[in-house]
């Protein structure tokens, strides 16, 4: 356990949640898993789970095994929320993962945000934008572009967000 702020447990598969009680643990935990499928399938994973204490980390088009991933991020997240527990990553880079070569295997903006409403927080390759009069850099880098839980959906099956973000985890 960090502290009063949280502890984040890397699973290697969502099969491995079975192993955890999920149920008001005595100290705020998160699961991390990442999964390396289409985003069809990483949707479908997202909606089994959906759990606001799970984070399924969707990966498209990195080189890396989604075990080491799953941890890359976990350290992230511990380092930044231990500091400031609303930490918010927008286009977060990870440093220490590299791109495909294939940017056929990259998602597209489109199947961004379709896996950020279906609560699959995403990683994968995007190229700077160009801004007019800036140096051009075409540096791939892999982002996160939000960080979100697997919850997304209520017991009725309506669209609920009040658990989506991992950074408002202390909330009611």
């Avoid at 995403?122 to 791939?140: C, F, H, L, Q, S």
Wanted: proline letters at 9%; hydrophobic letters at 40%; one cysteine or more.
């Amino acid at each position: 356990m960090l502290g009063d702020t949280m502890s984040i447990i890397v699973l290697r598969s969502p099969d491995e949640l079975q192993c955890f009680p999920c149920h008001d643990p005595p100290h705020y935990v998160q699961f991390v898993v990442a999964v390396n499928d289409t985003p069809a399938n990483l949707a479908v994973v997202a909606a089994t789970i959906n759990d606001r204490r799970v984070q399924v980390l969707g990966l498209g088009g990195i080189d890396e095994d989604p075990l080491t991933v799953a941890v890359i991020w976990a350290a992230h997240r511990t380092i930044h929320e231990t500091r400031d527990p609303s930490w918010w990553p927008v286009f977060y880079e990870l440093t220490e993962l590299k791109a495909h070569e294939d940017e056929e295997t990259w998602f597209t903006a489109v199947e961004v945000e379709m896996l950020l409403n279906h609560g699959v927080t995403p990683v994968y390759p995007r190229k700077p934008a160009r801004i007019p009069g800036m140096p051009i850099n075409d540096e791939v880098r892999v982002v996160v572009p939000r960080s979100i839980t697997s919850y997304h959906m209520n017991e009725q099956g309506e669209p609920d967000f009040r658990w989506l973000d991992t950074c408002f985890k202390a909330k009611p």
